[in-house]
């Protein structure tokens, strides 16, 4: 069974400072990978996603990830963060099935705290 | 283009009685699923929908949780009769393709005392 490690409960990063939230992920084949954030009061938004083809990919918000077959990991990466950033993140992979769908399977998410 | 939205926002029932669930998908997409996130938890599936039919609901804790799709549009969760443990944060995804990126909803949070 596929699974998801997110080992950073929680983040501290200053205002401007570069960030990189850690995801690594256990799936037999090559896996569909996803990077959630949930703002306060808010539902899950989808920031990027990764199917095939570039392994760095770019997503909303500033936001990149790199995915790395041989370290099985699929970190999130923002340049320089905003205060806005401040939200709960979470690493998904997805899983295709014979039957052709895909249910996901979520790390326990990473608390991103921006200080000024 | 309306997104995903469930409803109640909030709902908090005392145990034994029963909560209703409502989940409305982005236009045109065919599977809805449900997810849910107890505390401290990660999230997880409960289960799927294509249009209709029950794909997968292999996530379903027990029988006291239902799950419909009237005409394979909206979807409701009904958990019959509520226990403590059932309380959570319940998300609602819809996607237009099975192996598509799943586009969630504000979720309801249910608590039961």
């Known amino acids: 069974a596929q699974s998801v490690t997110q080992p950073d409960i929680h983040i501290t990063v200053s205002e401007g400072a570069s960030l990189e939230l850690r995801c690594n992920y256990s799936?037999?084949?090559?896996?569909?990978l996803f990077w959630y954030v949930q703002s306060p009061g808010q539902g899950l938004q989808l920031l990027l996603k990764?199917?095939?083809?570039?392994?760095l990919v770019q997503g909303i918000k500033g936001f990149e990830a790199e995915f790395k077959r041989s370290q099985s990991s699929f970190n999130l990466r923002k340049p320089s963060v905003h205060w806005s950033d401040a939200a709960e993140y979470f690493c998904?992979?997805?899983?295709?099935?014979?039957?052709?769908?895909?249910?996901?399977?979520f790390g326990k998410g990473t608390m991103l705290l921006v200080s000024p | 283009e309306a997104g995903v939205t469930q409803f109640p926002s909030h709902s908090v029932i005392e145990k034994g009685q029963t909560v209703t669930l409502r989940c409305d998908p982005i236009?045109?997409?065919?599977?809805l699923y449900w997810y849910r996130r107890v505390m401290g938890k990660e999230i997880k599936f409960l289960l799927h929908?294509?249009?209709?039919?029950?794909?997968?609901e292999s996530g379903m804790p027990n029988n006291r949780f239902l799950a419909e799709r009237t005409g394979g549009t909206y979807s409701t969760l009904k958990v019959q009769p509520a226990e403590l443990e059932d309380s959570g944060v319940y998300f609602c995804?819809?996607?237009?393709?099975?192996?598509?990126?799943?586009?969630f909803g504000a979720g309801t949070r249910l608590s039961v005392l």
């Open positions: 990764y199917f095939s083809g570039d392994t």
């Open positions: 236009s045109g997409h065919d599977n």
């Open positions: 995804a819809s996607s237009q393709d099975l192996a598509g990126a799943q586009y």
């Open positions: 998904a992979v997805g899983s295709l099935m014979n039957s052709g769908y895909s249910t996901l399977t």
């Open positions: 929908f294509v249009k209709e039919s029950k794909q997968d």
């Open positions: 799936y037999g084949a090559t896996p569909y």
